[in-house]
């Protein structure tokens, strides 16, 4: 194994979904529903693979489905792309993170995201041979999760080439507000600094709003937005992302992606042009049910125990164990399924700075009304 690999081990998703099913609890730890998407998605999934969608696609999506990309843009950020260079499909917003970083980062090149960050960024860094500059996140007196301006404007240097941005925020349930995003933009500007920015929960924000960085003055030209039919259409199985942003920095992507994967699965591209055209009340109906599922989930925290953060966004909340005497996320976690029967993920693994996140744990609320309520049940003991 090549030494730039050696600190990652097995994913911890990886780690607790394998627990879970070795003692029967319930999982709450990897982020995936436990329904299927919207019928008219399946059934053209299904049309496709019958109708003779099963050899390779173009190598940057099918015309459908980039003109669908550029349709749900504009329609839902206000965000013009040309579908001929301006889109690239990819296999996941997995791909599309490793395809940019690894396209637009020299060795030794540094790359700002703030910590807690989703696991893939520190491993695609590494493969690139660059630098990652993390700024902590930190519980507020807020309830929310907050960074210090001084430390983030600190983590800018000459050799600084990225700043990955994930709002809505896995882990954290964080979405960045308009004044936090004028900060990064205003950096990214003065800088000369490019913008990867990672919006796959960008439909599931329950407080404030969704705001595009790419929206923002100066931005258009030096911003990749990345997103992925996986979360917003509860496909994490189909592996369908994609990137959008200005042709020179798209083709870079690209330039990768051809040796990663050259294209992605043939079928689900259609299939996915269906859904993304799907009306408002789908987009608004899928939240407003996740809204639900995270009262019922941060209350049944609150009630057994945990420090509830304010999961402003995404699909998961987090919660501080140290009212329920846990001293450390990972212990915790490995305790949980004897304890209560249910499966969380710490938090302390997407830190560098552990410290920062020693006492945090994840739930994930993506699933059925039963499933929470059992959790719940457990999680309280019964109460
Ligand atoms: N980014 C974030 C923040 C995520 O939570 C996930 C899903 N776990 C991904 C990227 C990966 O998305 P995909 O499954 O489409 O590769
Ligand atoms: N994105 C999901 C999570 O954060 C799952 C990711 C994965 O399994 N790699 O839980």
């Not at 693979?49 to 696609?57: E, T, V, W």
């Not at 509860?234 to 990137?243: F, M, N, Q």
């Not at 992507?253 to 042009?273: C, E, I, S, W």
Request: proline share 6%.
């Amino acid at each position: 194994l090549v030494e730039r690999m050696r600190p990652f081990g097995t994913t911890i998703f990886a780690e607790m979904s394998a627990l879970a099913a070795r003692t029967g609890a319930v999982n709450l730890g990897q982020g995936f529903p436990d329904t299927d998407g919207p019928a008219e998605m399946l059934e053209a999934a299904r049309a496709a693979i019958l109708g003779g969608h099963n050899q390779y696609p173009p190598g940057p999506g099918i015309p459908a489905l980039r003109s669908a990309i550029a349709d749900h843009q504009r329609r839902f950020w206000g965000l013009e792309y040309d579908p001929d260079g301006e889109v690239l499909v990819t296999a996941g917003a997995t791909e599309a993170i490793a395809a940019t970083i690894l396209g637009l980062c020299e060795a030794g090149d540094e790359v700002i995201c703030f910590e807690p960050y989703y696991d893939s960024y520190a491993a695609s860094v590494a493969l690139a041979a660059a630098v990652r500059r993390p700024v902590t996140l930190r519980p507020d007196a807020d309830g929310g999760y907050a960074f210090d301006p001084e430390e983030l404007r600190a983590a800018f240097t000459p050799r600084t080439r990225l700043v990955l941005l994930n709002s809505p925020h896995n882990p954290t349930g964080k979405v960045f507000t308009r004044a936090e995003l004028a900060l990064i933009a205003q950096l990214c500007v003065e800088h000369d600094v490019v913008a990867v920015c990672d919006e796959v929960y960008e439909h599931l924000v329950f407080d404030g709003e969704h705001l595009p960085l790419a929206g923002f003055p100066g931005m258009r030209d030096r911003t990749l937005q990345i997103s992925s039919a996986g979360k917003t259409f509860s496909c994490t199985g189909w592996k369908v992302g994609w990137v959008c942003g200005p042709a020179r920095l798209v083709s870079a992507a690209l330039r990768v992606k051809q040796f990663l994967t050259f294209v992605n699965a043939g079928p689900f591209q259609p299939a996915v042009a269906v859904a993304l055209a799907l009306p408002d009340a789908y987009f608004h109906g899928f939240r407003e049910e996740l809204r639900a599922k995270r009262d019922t989930l941060s209350d049944g925290l609150r009630k057994a125990g945990f420090d509830v953060r304010r999961a402003e966004g995404t699909y998961f909340v987090t919660a501080d164990i140290t009212g329920l005497g846990g001293v450390d996320g990972v212990e915790f976690c490995r305790a949980l399924p004897e304890r209560s029967g249910v499966v969380a993920v710490p938090t302390q693994v997407f830190y560098d700075d552990v410290d920062a996140g020693r006492r945090l744990v994840r739930f994930a609320f993506c699933k059925r009304p039963e499933v929470l309520a059992e959790a719940v049940s457990r999680l309280t003991g019964g109460a």
